[in-house]
């Protein structure tokens, strides 16, 4: 049960925020106060300040704010955090109470082909059997079209194989492909749902012989319009997390045990904030970059966030390649 606070002492913390210079590890342990207003999805509830929050290269020993971490997708696991970016086909894994330059984290080598950018926009993890983690590129040319592919790393994050998934594009729309991708286990098969950045529309793949074949494609309600859809998740009963970079948004639905669909829904706006990236002292989207999430209960989750590029306001720059924990009210 969340202790609701009142105005001042939320006034206080976000003071305490303000005081964390180039955004440090932030941490509080009570719940914040929350207050509504309208985003991309109107009267969608403002969270509270996070739970615990810190630039990646903070997390990891030996970096600095030169190196370049373009967070795409995370995977909460067993008290850690594993965090893809499309920039290194290394993986941060990460303590989830991100403790700064610590040696609980760390940037796991994958093995897999190729060097430089990997492209990865999306991570999960089955559970079933014997555990893997997998990657999904946005999309690669494969012949006439472009199809997102899907890489199987071991428990350990070793490149193991990867498959074309059965769904196509062409290279006018390659860039607004899968951008999230979660793994589901029903009837004893192993499917994947995979979120298309241009559309909202879900792929529910099923593994064939030699690739992920389409079986059907999930349409989200119609409340949820957001201007791009940038990933999703899903808990292990089902809650459904759809997050949107440029709206700074986030959409909680129910997918139904039964048939491939997503109901109901409650809409979340990232915290809002001044100029000087102050969360709560005024009312500018500060986080306009988050590029991945997870749940780490039904009421709490972590997301991370890409660099902001040069067209972006100067404050988006301030919650940029960043691991962030909020609590749901």
Known sequence: ?????????????AAVLASCSNNDLTQTTTAQKHTTATGKIAGATVLGAPVAEAKIYKLLPGYNSSDVFEASGVQYLGGYFYVACDNTQKIAKIKSSLPINSSNNSLLSTGAPGSGSSNYEG?????NGTPHFYVVEESVANGSVYQPRISRLDASMNYQSRDWADYNFSSSNNNKAFEGLAWVSRGGNNYFLGLVEGTGKIAVLLK???SWNLVTEITLPS????????????????KVAITAQEDGQLWIGQLSSTSWSITGGTAYTFPLGSSSGVIGAG?????GNVEGVSFITDTQIV???????????SYQSYKEQTVSVFNLP
């Open 303 to 313: 997301i991370c966030s890409d660099k902001a590029d040069s067209s972006q306001p």
């Open 283 to 287: 009312t500018l989207q500060l986080y």
């Open 208 to 210: 064939g012989s030699s």
């Open 1 to 13: 049960m969340k202790n609701k606070l009142p105005f001042a002492t939320f006034a206080l913390m």
């Open 223 to 238: 409340s949820v319009t957001f201007t791009d859809y940038s990933d999703l998740a899903i808990s292990s009963t089902g």
């Open 123 to 127: 991570i999960t993890y089955e559970a």
